[in-house]
């Protein structure tokens, strides 16, 4: 009697895990490969089509099949197999919440990283355009727009309407974008004056209780605010704080242009200084999710055998992360002065899929009369995506239904915890308090 066919799995109850990303192999910079496995992927997706509601990428995936001669992928031109890739802003929220397919399901599906592959390989045969590139230089573009009279300079033209059509031309940034500020008092020139707090760390496993801030290119330059509010924060509850002595760019928005090379040099300029900080003793927190992202999942999957990397992705911390886990061991003041009221909060995608869980949301309903509203959809900024005019208004597309969420219910505040999704949504909203950051409503419940 023959044995019955084993058939796929439709979908895995497992929670994902993450392969090492090849990078620097040979099969993974050969196009015909890849064209292979997006042939693949693209197929699994056009059968399944969970994840149409997320971003551009799958319904011009799904658009392309439909409109082809056999309404499957094999009638899909490959030369159109890019169109799909340019959607893909690396958000990783199809492969964290959607996706039924990933690893360890046997068809091992990795959309994020398929597209980072595309991206890397489409970036070494073209780079993309020199506007585009500039936008992903944050370091350099905020080390020149912070100098004190070309901050005020740069902030002047961004308001003014007919310079924003130049520098839509120049640049492609679209005339309507939201555009951060730009600050000459920036949080490294705050931090020279600061007075470290001569509290003794009390350490509280996981948690060693002194930190080292990676101050990160927004915080430092557009939103020096927050990287001092959290350091108010950290020093009210007896936790030292310093600044990581020297830093570049994450990596992120070269990540995001499949420009791994860049994103490779960033990393030997920032791990080992974040390596000894490790060794010295210090946890590490950045404001920005992004870049605890970088240094908790994409640093680490790109040199799975750095052993300095490793350490550093195990004392990489977000702010409320960190907060939770200090609460938990009893050392986290609770002493609120001030309550919050309706928060209305948005959820980061690079904060969702880091597996924390809702640690803002967590800690800030230990302040009394306070009742947090989450909202867990893409505010569609994603780095330069909300900025670019190729893509400004799919962003303001994908932002819709985020805004009707936060709409649908009457809030005193809206924070965001990722500054850039925050200042996009905030641009929509008829806001009572400047206040967009969660770190900032902490602050003020503490009334310092």
């Not at 990078?23 to 149409?52: A, M, P, T």
């Not at 370091?139 to 070309?150: C, N, Y």
């Not at 939103?223 to 001092?228: H, N």
């Not at 509203?373 to 799919?394: A, F």
């Amino acid at each position: 009697m023959s044995q019955p066919t084993e058939f796929a799995r439709e979908g895995s109850l497992e929670a994902p895990t993450r392969h090492p990303l090849d990078w620097q192999s040979e099969d993974f910079w050969s196009e015909e490969s890849l064209n292979k496995e997006l042939e693949r992927v693209y197929d699994i997706c056009h059968g399944c089509r969970r994840c149409v509601s997320l971003c551009e990428s799958f319904p011009t995936l799904f658009d392309l099949v439909d409109e082809s001669p056999t309404m499957e992928v094999d009638g899909v031109a490959k030369s159109d197999y890019r169109k799909v890739v340019d959607q893909c802003f690396l958000c990783d929220l199809c492969y964290q919440t959607k996706c039924p397919y990933v690893p360890p399901h046997e068809w091992n599906v990795d959309f994020p990283h398929l597209m980072l592959r595309a991206k890397a390989i489409y970036f070494k045969q073209k780079k993309p355009p020199l506007k585009h590139r500039i936008l992903a230089s944050t370091t350099a573009v905020g080390k020149l727009a912070s100098i004190p009279v070309v901050a005020e300079t740069v902030n002047a033209a961004n308001r003014a309407p007919a310079l924003r059509k130049a520098l839509e031309k120049v640049l492609g940034v679209h005339h309507q974008a939201q555009v951060p500020q730009y600050h000459a008092d920036t949080f490294r020139r705050r931090m020279r004056k600061h007075e470290p707090a001569q509290s003794a760390p009390r350490e509280a496993a996981p948690t060693r209780g002194k930190v080292a801030l990676f101050a990160t290119c927004y915080c430092n330059v557009n939103a020096p605010d927050i990287a001092s509010d959290l350091v108010k924060v950290l020093e009210h509850n007896g936790i030292p704080v310093i600044l990581a002595e020297k830093e570049t760019c994450c990596g992120m928005p070269r990540f995001e242009h499949g420009n791994l090379d860049a994103v490779n040099k960033a990393k030997d300029i920032n791990i080992p200084q974040l390596a000894r900080l490790v060794d010295e003793g210090y946890d590490i927190i950045a404001t920005v999710p992004s870049c605890v992202l970088m240094f908790k999942q994409e640093l680490p999957l790109m040199h799975p055998n750095d052993e300095a990397v490793q350490k550093v992705k195990a004392h990489f911390y977000d702010p409320f992360e960190y907060l939770a886990l200090r609460h938990k061991a009893g050392l986290l003041d609770t002493s609120f002065r001030q309550s919050l009221g309706q928060v209305a909060w948005h959820v980061p995608c690079h904060q969702r899929v880091q597996n924390i869980g809702a640690k803002t949301q967590e800690v800030l309903k230990l302040v009394p009369d306070t009742e947090i509203t989450p909202i867990e959809r893409c505010s569609g900024h994603d780095g330069t995506y909300g900025v670019k005019t190729e893509t400004y208004e799919l962003s303001r597309k994908i932002a819709r239904g985020t805004l009707s969420r936060i709409k649908r219910n009457p809030f005193d505040h809206f924070v965001s915890d990722c500054p850039m999704a925050a200042a996009h949504l905030a641009s929509e909203l008829d806001l009572k308090h400047p206040q967009t950051n969660p770190i900032s409503l902490l602050r003020m419940a503490y009334g310092i």
